[in-house]
């Protein structure tokens, strides 16, 4: 699957939670948050296409809505990244 059609259903699915995704530019990464009551998302637009899916892939793990479509944990999965502060790492 080419990656701007990953990029697009991960950006779908998290519209779908009810999440705002936003393209802005700064010294960030990207990652999930509340401004009153808006949930957003906010990823940095100078990430290569990589690197922003890389971020709404960890935003959707961590909203983690039930009933995602198989091509979507199929992304999921290929993008897994180890949990670095958990007590199995030591």
């Given amino acids: 699957m ?3 059609k990953q990029l697009d259903l991960l950006e779908e ?3 779908s939670t009810g999440h705002k995704v936003r393209y802005e530019k700064g010294s ?3 990652g999930d948050c509340r401004v009153k009551e808006n949930k957003i998302v906010v990823v940095n637009r100078f990430l290569p296409i990589e690197g922003k899916i890389a971020t709404l892939a960890a935003v959707l793990r961590k909203i983690n809505p039930p009933g995602l ?3 979507l944990v199929k992304i999921l999965d290929t993008l897994a990244v180890p949990d670095l502060f958990s007590s199995e790492n030591g």
């Fill in 28 to 30: 960030f990464i990207g």
């Fill in 69 to 71: 479509p198989p091509e």
């Fill in 13 to 15: 699915a998290i519209v």
């Fill in 2 to 4: 080419k990656k701007q």
